[in-house]
């Protein structure tokens, strides 16, 4: 179990985002330390109640409540914390390490390797990220552009012009990372099961034909939601519904 504290992650959120006017992360981080798990949940959630988030927060928090035995509130937080840093493996490997406590196996469904391949690639970096290498690249793009049309050389204008196509194609393609990662965060669109043992029904109510049962910190994607009922789909691609006040989105 990587246990690792974000500190330096915290601070620079102190420093940012407003942290510094509350300093019980602080003293989240030193219950931690001395393995008063459920003190420093306490003082971890209160950050996040006054507004303020950031990846290391969410990542303590899923550590403790991990260690406290709490799993489907470990898993919810470091689905949020992937989610404002997919790059991070330590968060990666610990809500991996998580799911593989909890009690359904769910298959995925097989995705095309290149499709696997796009999907990892994009996920090296968040949208502020992918968003600073667009305008770097669309700048080495203008450069190109500007060789390619006051430049005096042939060989130069053609070296120039291809180098230009080339930035203009990689500034589209982070640009695009960038809104999808930007996408995730907005229109969250997964949720973790919070009851112990919960029926997916057929039809949105109580009286609905019982599908399958599956069991608390089980992944969940949201497709539409009727009243207070979630039809939801698996990775296995079996959808049914389930009511709200049994999940927590992510």
Do not use: C
């Amino acid at each position: 179990m990587k246990t690792r504290i974000y500190f330096l992650i915290l601070l620079f959120a102190m420093a940012f985002n407003g942290f510094s006017q509350d300093n019980r992360f602080i003293q989240g981080n030193e219950l931690y330390t001395e393995g008063k798990y459920e003190e420093a949940i306490e003082m971890y959630e209160g950050v996040l109640q006054s507004g303020l988030e950031s990846s290391g927060l969410y990542y303590n928090l899923g550590n403790s409540y991990y260690k406290s035995g709490q799993l489907p509130e470990a898993i919810l937080n470091y689905e949020r914390a992937l989610l404002l840093a997919p790059q991070n493996e330590d968060i990666r490997y610990n809500l991996e390490l998580a799911y593989s406590q909890t009690a359904d196996e769910i298959d995925q469904v097989g995705t095309f390797f290149l499709t696997k391949w796009f999907q990892n690639i994009r996920s090296l970096n968040d949208s502020d990220g992918w968003a600073f290498y667009s305008i770097i690249a669309f700048v080495i793009f203008l450069i190109g552009l500007g060789l390619y049309l006051f430049g005096r050389n042939v060989a130069l204008k053609k070296a120039a012009f291809a180098f230009a196509v080339i930035f203009l194609m990689v500034s589209g393609a982070t640009l695009s990372f960038s809104s999808h990662q930007k996408t995730k965060l907005v229109e969250r669109s997964h949720a973790i099961i919070f009851t112990p043992t919960v029926n997916i029904k057929s039809s949105p109510d109580q009286s609905g034909t019982d599908l399958f049962v599956l069991h608390e910190g089980t992944k969940l994607e949201l497709i539409s939601k009727l009243g207070e009922w979630w039809n939801v789909r698996l990775q296995d691609g079996s959808e049914g519904w389930i009511h709200e006040s049994d999940v927590k989105v992510i």
